[in-house]
């Protein structure tokens, strides 16, 4: 079973400062991993995809992902409280029958505190 | 402009009925899949499919069944079989590649058992 853990939160951050959100990863094959936002009701939405080591960059948003150690980071700087949401982390997998299958984890829960 | 539509946004649905949820893509997109979303919890893959009239369980099944007789198109069906339907569900679209493209979701469709 390919698992993708994530703290659940909920993490509650102040307006301005940074939250991270974190997630690790239990298939070593995994080759693409993505963060969506979720807002209460509504689909994920796609934010940031990463698919090297280091550091990615967007605006606010900076994915940070370490295949060594199976783990994947989102940092939001500068908090808004239009970012308080929940983040799934997924990862991808590709084998033969199961082609482009994404694995979800449950997500955190972020809180942006005005 | 091009993206994924579910219908209908809610549905209630009697003990005993079967309902169809529909969902249809103009991306282009191979892939298809469908999740179901419990408050609380992540995203499960109930089915999915790479191409026109071939589709996989994933790891709900049980309760559920497909068709992909057009690749813009991948209903699902909740049949009487399933004990507990009351979920959010929302249909993805993805192309395919080596390292995977992020999915596109639908706006979800709320289904309530009355």
């Known amino acids: 079973q390919k698992e993708v853990e994530q703290n659940s939160g909920p993490l509650s951050v102040p307006e301005g400062a940074i939250a991270s959100l974190n997630c690790t990863y239990s298939?070593?094959?995994?080759?693409?991993f993505f963060w969506y936002r979720q807002y209460s009701g509504k689909s994920p939405e796609l934010i940031m995809f990463?698919?090297?080591?280091g550091d990615k960059e967007d605006g606010r948003f900076t994915a940070q992902l370490n295949k060594a150690s199976q783990y994947v980071s989102l940092l939001i700087r500068d908090s808004q409280p239009s970012d308080s949401a929940t983040y799934l982390c997924?990862?991808?997998?590709?084998?033969?029958?199961?082609?482009?299958?994404?694995?979800f984890g449950t997500g955190t829960s972020l809180t942006v505190i005005p | 402009d091009g993206g994924i539509t579910q219908s209908p946004k809610y549905l209630f649905r009697k003990e005993g009925q079967n309902v169809t949820l529909s969902c249809e893509q103009n991306?282009?997109?191979?892939?298809m899949y469908w999740y179901r979303q419990d408050p609380g919890q992540g995203l499960r893959l109930i089915y999915y499919?790479?191409?026109?009239?071939?589709?996989q369980k994933g790891d709900i099944a049980e309760g559920y069944s497909v068709s992909r007789e057009k690749k813009e198109s991948f209903p699902l069906t909740v049949t009487s079989a399933q004990k507990n339907p009351t979920a959010f569900y929302l249909c993805?679209?993805?192309?395919?590649?080596?390292?995977?493209?992020?999915?596109?979701f639908g706006s979800g469709t709320r289904l309530t058992v009355v």
């Open positions: 993805a679209s993805s192309g395919l590649g080596a390292r995977g493209y992020g999915y596109t």
């Open positions: 991306l282009n997109h191979d892939a």
């Open positions: 499919s790479q191409i026109v009239n071939d589709f």
């Open positions: 298939d070593r094959g995994s080759q693409s």
């Open positions: 990463i698919y090297s080591n």
């Open positions: 997924a990862v991808t997998s590709l084998t033969s029958n199961t082609g482009n299958q994404f694995y």
